[in-house]
């Protein structure tokens, strides 16, 4: 009796050790979104719970690789850094880092364009989803030369259905939530419900991709108007001016830009009528590291002055995070729903790693806030994910390196020694 209580012990302590794995944590999963999903809804805090932190041994065990490789410590710099960073989200019997690489692009038209703060109207969106399927598009055929396949998903385009239901490269995939979102300017532009179903659209495609082998996501988007509402999220989350989180967007004429600063500055006067707790005080309180997440907060946010491609870009960082994959932000608007998502979920900042800083002043101001410096300034402005698409090279060169090149032991040379982290230690 004694023996088989023991066993049950050693067993369930077993079990409880698997949860802190990434096997735990695929398990859990399993039992979040498999065949129990079709009783019942699985929530988006159901998911967030599972969200474990990268491990560190396996970031240690591969800085001590890079660092026995014939070349000066730390020498690649970011590429070092953020392929460490990737070993401890993948693991390190994971092979050819970074893996297979997907871009999805999230397509949404935004009906603050009423107010004539684009040049273009929403049929570009649907034009330009549907050159991303045909290759025809800049990030369609950028992707093409790196190696990257592209997944353009209608998750709120003002049109009929038009994609198809399960994920192929370059094909337009179908996740639409609603037809567009509402004018911000003067009302929601999105529901709760809305809102929660296309961040959860986001976090479920991260799983989907991971399914068919990528290991590592590319976060863009397609949708007139939308530096618009990202600019107001912007002004709201950190307390950056109008005038200097509103850009051009695509090329505003300066009457243009004048006007899209004052729907800007309407928009967030709304939502701080609307939700009077929600003062500007509270948004610089959630940024310090000791305040706990505020996902409700952040969704209301998101709901009143976001639209439907950032709450799919904000749900795929934050599947990043829950099905243990890396993923890129790209420019302004990618960003963005970035920060959205490390104020929903702190934990899954160390999954996010930075393409390229975008020309635009709200990007900027959106890394700043996350306390990420970029290692591309390219002087882009673009979005699609292109900024994203070019980084994928650089890493794998890194991991190329990572993988290839001899030992200093294999060489017979004397190692470099790591004085920096030689006074780390003594200190």
């Known amino acids: 009796m004694e023996r088989q209580q023991s066993e049950k012990k050693w067993e369930t302590g077993r079990e409880n050790r698997k949860e802190n794995t990434e096997e735990g944590t695929k398990k859990t999963l399993e039992k979040v979104s498999g065949a129990d999903s079709k009783k019942k809804k699985v929530s988006l805090e159901d998911y967030l719970a599972q969200i474990r932190p990268a491990d560190p041994a396996a970031m240690a065990q591969a800085k001590r690789r890079f660092d026995s ?50 040049q ?4 570009v969106t649907r034009i330009v989803a549907e050159n991303f399927a045909s290759g025809q598009a800049c990030a369609s055929i950028m992707c093409r030369e790196a190696g990257i396949d592209v997944f353009p998903v209608d998750i709120g385009m003002n049109c009929g259905r038009i994609g198809n239901p399960e994920p192929r ?3 337009l995939l179908d996740r639409k939530v609603a037809s567009g979102s509402k004018n911000l300017f003067r009302e929601s532009a999105m529901t709760m419900e809305e809102c929660k179903e296309a961040v959860l659209c986001g976090l479920r495609l991260a799983g989907e991709l991971k399914e068919m082998g990528y290991g590592i996501l590319l976060a863009g988007e397609m949708g007139i108007g939308n530096t618009t509402p990202t600019s107001a999220m912007i002004h709201v989350l950190t307390g950056l001016s109008i005038t200097s989180c509103v850009g051009r967007g695509a090329g505003l004429s300066d009457e243009g830009l004048e006007r899209k600063r004052k729907v800007v500055s309407g928009a967030a006067e709304r939502f701080f009528l609307a939700h ?9 309180r959630l940024s310090k590291p000791e305040t706990g997440p505020e996902p409700e907060a952040v969704l209301t946010l998101l709901s009143e002055l976001g639209g439907f491609d950032l709450a799919g870009m904000a749900g795929l960082f934050l599947g990043g995070a829950v099905y243990r994959l890396p993923v890129v932000i790209d420019g302004c608007i990618s960003a963005a729903a970035a920060l959205l998502a490390v104020r929903m979920a702190p934990a899954a900042k160390q999954f996010l790693f930075v393409s390229h800083v975008s020309a635009e ?14 290692p591309l300034d390219l002087q882009m402005h673009l979005g699609e994910g292109t900024g994203a698409a070019l980084f994928i090279p650089l890493l794998r060169m890194g991991a190329a ?11 017979q040379v004397t190692p470099y020694v790591d004085y920096e982290a030689d006074k780390e230690n003594r200190s």
């Open 120 to 123: 273009t109207g929403q049929e």
């Open 361 to 374: 002043p709200a990007g900027q101001a959106a890394l700043s806030a996350l306390e990420l410096s970029a």
């Open 276 to 284: 009077p707790s929600l003062t500007p005080d509270f948004w610089k």
């Open 169 to 171: 490269p370059f094909s």
């Open 69 to 118: 490789i014939a070349k000066p410590i730390g020498s690649l710099g970011v590429l070092e850094r953020d392929l460490i960073r990737m070993r401890g989200i993948r693991g390190m019997e994971e092979k050819n880092l970074p893996g297979k690489a997907a871009l999805a692009i999230m397509c949404a038209d935004h009906g603050v364009v009423a107010e004539g703060v684009t």
């Open 401 to 411: 390196v990572y993988d290839q090149m001899e030992t200093f032991e294999e060489i």
